[in-house]
C-alpha cells in the first residue's frame, strides 16, 4: 500500500533555530520525491525535487535528503525566520506519474 | 509570467445546492489537476487532464462531481448536489508535462453549511 507518513505532525522554533523534518513513504514504483511549502490559505509551492539517485539537494535555506534505500526523506532548515513558518507536505511520485501528497508537518517560527 | 488563477477564492453555499469552481492554468501548461484538501491534510487528487482529455477521474465521486477542460485550457469544477462534506479547499494546478514539477493555484475554499 502506498502510504507517506510525516513527522513531526507540529513544531515550534525560536527564529535563527534550524529543524529537520521527517519523512518515511512506501511508495512503488518509485520515480522522484518532492518537498513543497504551503503558507496558509495558498497553494503549496515546489521547494525541492530529487530523483532515486540524488541523495541531497539544496534551495537556499532549505537541504533535502534522500535514502531510497530505507525510503526516507528529510527536510533540513538552516538558520530559520518567521516566513518559514508554513506546512511542508512530502510527495513522492511512482512512474506512472502519481503523487503521493503526505499530511505535512506544519511548522511555526516564533520570534 | 502569471500564475494559476482560480475563482472564487471563497464560495458559501446551503446544503444540496450546485457550486462550480474555475481555474485558468499556466500558459502553455497541457496537464491540468483539480485536487481537494481537507483541513490539516494533504491534497487528493480528484481528476487530472492531458489537455481536454481526462486521463486520471478514478477519486472522481462522479455522482454529484463534474469537470470540464473543453478546449484544453480553462477548466471548472462542478459539485451537484452540495454536501456537508463537501468543505474543503479546491486546488488547481497544472504543469507542463506529467513528470513536471506542478504549480498550484491559491484554492477555493468551500463551506457548505
Known amino acids: 500500500k502506498n502510504q507517506v507518513e510525516q513527522s513531526p505532525q507540529s513544531l515550534i522554533i525560536l527564529e535563527g533555530k534550524n529543524c529537520t523534518l521527517q519523512c518515511n513513504y512506501t511508495v512503488s514504483p518509485f520515480s522522484n520525491l518532492r518537498w513543497y511549502k504551503q503558507d496558509t490559505g495558498r497553494g503549496p509551492v515546489s521547494l525541492t525535487i530529487?530523483?532515486?539517485?540524488?541523495n541531497t539537494k539544496s534551495n537556499g535555506r532549505y537541504t533535502a535528503t534522500l535514502d531510497a534505500d530505507t525510503k526516507q526523506s528529510s527536510l533540513h532548515i538552516t538558520a530559520s525566520q518567521l516566513s518559514d513558518s508554513a506546512s511542508y507536505i512530502c510527495v513522492p511520485q511512482t512512474g506512472a506519474n502519481n503523487l503521493f501528497f503526505g499530511t505535512g508537518t506544519r511548522l511555526t517560527v516564533i520570534p | 509570467e502569471a500564475g494559476v488563477v482560480q475563482s472564487p477564492r471563497y464560495k458559501i453555499i446551503e446544503k444540496k445546492q450546485p457550486v462550480a469552481f474555475w481555474c485558468n492554468p499556466i500558459s502553455g501548461h497541457n496537464t491540468l489537476y483539480w485536487y481537494r484538501q481537507n483541513l490539516g491534510q494533504g491534497p487528493e487528487l480528484l481528476i487530472r487532464y492531458e489537455n481536454e482529455e481526462a486521463v486520471d477521474d478514478s477519486q472522481l465521486p462522479k455522482d454529484r462531481f463534474s469537470a470540464e477542460r473543453l478546449k484544453g485550457v480553462d477548466s471548472t469544477l462542478k459539485i451537484q448536489p452540495a454536501e456537508l462534506g463537501d468543505s474543503a479547499v479546491y486546488l488547481c494546478?497544472?504543469?507542463?508535462?506529467?513528470?513536471?514539477?506542478?504549480?498550484f493555484g491559491p484554492g477555493t475554499r468551500l463551506l457548505v453549511l
Open positions: 530529487m530523483t532515486f539517485s540524488e
Open positions: 494546478a497544472s504543469s507542463s508535462s506529467t513528470v513536471a514539477t506542478q504549480y
